[in-house]
């Protein structure tokens, strides 16, 4: 077989393809952690976790960003909706209004350090479910 | 305290040129451990002022692995482009030539930089706060200009295509969760830029020619100018904008501002990456912002700056940047004088190996697998002949998505 300029861009091609699908399919099917809100450490950085928890505060900003703080009662985390998440989210119906202190939501997301603070960061709207009171 | 801030000037000086010429590593990576060792220095100004040197030092050096070995540092979005046209000068025997480009970058950026944010540094709120909604239209009308600027249509074609692929790439890989988010962009860089490169090097047998270190530049003093003040204009913008990395903005001052060649180019990239970390530097106190690793580590250190601080800050990058010049361009006529005894084709695969080695220490299997489908992509480019730089798809598609608020949409169709 000679590694003839097009074979080499064929063999590449089918390589980085292939690349792309096994990434896509494993990002797919790993499941984030199901972990406790007082059993999450800055060294998760970068990881997807999921937690639930009481919303113990709530702010809205102007440009339409909510600011969530939930807890398990030991231990609180923020999350941040940010506005184009909040917008998906008011296309199925569920609007700022629906987060009412004390609500109990899951959150899932990626874990993020911003000022020293730990939060999780949802990115789509299926990430976030009121669960009720 | 003066003698210590220069002590410890001194010592972030040579822990920069340690981190910046050996490849895979950013003061990134050791942040945490000075952060830790922090209870051992009194004054947290020390700490501040070491930190500050090792950037700029760092910022410089880089650029030796870069262009000798056509390996990237850590922080691969900053220089991971300067290894094509480095390395392409590399085998016109001009290396030295090619370094000493980075550091007329690199210097002219500190100078101008500097007056810039002592002058104007007041409006830098108002200028992140007015360019910020339109990031979007000027990422899109780059790419536009990407495609286009192509003159036979294969070409446009497949320019477009590899856009497309490195964006796609860049979508999947980068909300993968497979691996940290602040070590992931490292296998995408070295796969895309370094791996590839070196894979076709070694494929086309490359031999290091003998390096010439005489003073000749192959560039005007005009072109010099014009490429340092875009580069500061655009280090500035990365600096202050989220989501625009130096590798971007030196994609896009390759297609406006018209530095495509490659020693223009070098002195633009090496300009944007100064430029960028005077300006991250004093994020702090411009623009109350950490925008670096380095200037949250300080953010960690000193919470609250005056202009006296950001004072300090201005005068450790210019004394390190002074020391740094000339250390710089001894490295970079010392470092070829023994790389030209070393078989070049083997000093590729050990490099290879390295860069290998460094991707699954860091990012495991899964960075392995990105690394792999990240070089994949860096040799179809290069063997279509398609501009490197179309590679950036892997960060612009997802900016372009972020900035129109399509990311929740995105990850609900993929499900990711």
């Not at chain 2, 070196?198 to 047998?205: A, D, G, H, R, W």
């Not at chain 2, 991250?280 to 949250?296: H, K, M």
């Not at chain 2, 695969?349 to 899964?366: A, C, P």
């Amino acid at each position: 077989m000679k590694l003839t300029k097009n074979f080499l861009i064929v063999l590449s091609l089918i390589v980085s393809l292939s690349g792309m699908i096994i990434i896509y399919i494993s990002s797919i099917n790993l499941e984030p952690n199901q972990i406790k809100i007082s059993d999450i450490t800055s060294d998760m950085e970068g990881r997807k976790i999921s937690t639930t928890g009481y919303i113990i505060d709530r702010k809205l900003n102007k440009d339409g960003h909510l600011f969530l703080v939930i807890s398990d009662n030991k231990s609180a985390i923020q999350v941040p909706l940010f506005s184009d998440l909040m917008g998906n989210l008011k296309q199925i119906g569920v609007t700022e209004r629906d987060f009412h202190l004390n609500d109990r939501i899951s959150v899932k997301g990626a874990l993020e350090i911003y000022k020293d603070n730990l939060q999780i960061v949802p990115r789509k709207p299926s990430d976030v479910k009121i669960l009720g009171d | 305290m003066l003698l210590e801030i220069f002590i410890f000037s001194l010592v972030g000086t040579a822990l920069g040129i340690i981190l910046g010429l050996l490849p895979g590593l950013h003061l990134n990576n050791v942040l945490p451990i000075l952060i830790s060792l922090s209870f051992l220095i009194q004054n947290p100004y020390y700490l501040v002022v070491l930190i500050v040197a090792t950037v700029i030092a760092q910022v410089f050096t880089s650029f030796i692995p870069s262009i000798f070995l056509g390996a990237p540092d850590g922080d691969s979005n900053s220089n991971s482009l300067s290894i094509l046209p480095g390395h392409r000068l590399l085998l016109e025997g001009r290396g030295y030539e090619a370094i000493k480009l980075t550091v007329i970058g690199g210097l002219g950026a500190v100078m101008v930089s500097t007056i810039v944010i002592l002058l104007f540094g007041n409006y830098f709120t108002v200028i992140h706060n007015v360019t910020r909604p339109y990031i979007s239209y000027a990422i899109i009308t780059v790419v536009l200009f990407m495609i286009f600027s192509e003159k036979q249509i294969n070409k446009i074609l497949l320019t477009g295509g590899i856009i497309l692929l490195s964006g796609i790439f860049g979508v999947v890989t980068l909300n993968s969760s497979l691996v940290q988010q602040q070590n992931i962009l490292f296998p995408v860089f070295t796969g895309l830029f370094a791996i590839s490169t070196l894979l076709v090097s070694i494929t086309e047998k490359s031999n290091m020619p003998e390096q010439k270190t005489d003073s000749k530049l192959g560039i005007s003093k005009s072109d010099i100018v014009k490429a340092i003040g875009l580069s500061v204009v655009a280090g500035i913008l990365v600096g202050l904008l989220p989501a625009i990395g130096v590798s971007q903005a030196a994609t896009f001052m390759q297609y406006l501002g018209g530095m495509g060649q490659s020693r223009p180019f070098l002195v633009t990239l090496s300009g944007i990456n100064t430029a960028n970390e005077v300006v991250s530097l004093n994020s702090l106190y411009l623009i109350s912002n950490p925008r670096s690793g380095a200037s949250v580590a300080i953010e960690r250190i000193l919470p609250q700056l005056s202009m006296y601080d950001m004072l300090l800050f201005t005068g450790v990058i210019l004394f390190t940047t002074g020391l740094i010049v000339p250390i710089t361009l001894y490295l970079g006529k010392t470092v070829p004088r023994f790389l030209v005894k070393v078989n070049y084709n083997l000093l590729s695969y050990l490099i290879l190996g390295f860069l290998v080695l460094m991707i699954g220490i860091m990012t495991g299997g899964y960075g392995l697998l990105i690394g792999i489908t990240a070089t994949s992509i860096g040799v179809l480019c290069a063997h279509l002949g398609v501009k490197r730089s179309s590679c950036m798809g892997v960060l612009i598609v997802p900016s372009v998505l972020f900035f129109l608020g399509l990311n929740p949409l995105i990850f609900t169709i993929l499900n990711i």
